[in-house]
């Protein structure tokens, strides 16, 4: 799938795809064929965090 590459953007999609579709990380990047590495990379870059609990990135 190709999803934004904006790291801001990216963040909105992700988040609300964990929020509407998907219970956790693991599952939204099996599904969708995400490199999760990679996303919690380019997240982190903006200081965004996957915080388990909360099945969300937030800022740290």
Same mark, same amino acid.
């Given at each position: 799938?190709?999803?934004?590459? =904006?790291?801001?953007?990216? @963040?909105?999609?992700?988040?609300?795809?964990?929020? =509407?579709?998907?219970?956790?990380?693991? =599952?939204?990047? @099996?599904? @969708?064929?995400? =490199?999760?590495?990679? @996303?919690?990379?380019?997240?982190?870059?903006?200081?965004?965090?996957?915080?388990?609990?909360?099945?969300?990135?937030?800022?740290?």
């Amino acid at each position: 799938m190709n999803i934004p590459k =904006d790291p801001h953007i990216l @963040l909105s999609f992700v988040n609300t795809k964990l929020r =509407d579709e998907y219970s956790t990380l693991e =599952d939204l990047c @099996l599904n @969708l064929e995400i =490199d999760r590495n990679l @996303l919690e990379t380019t997240l982190n870059s903006i200081q965004y965090t996957y915080i388990k609990e909360n099945n969300q990135f937030i800022a740290v």
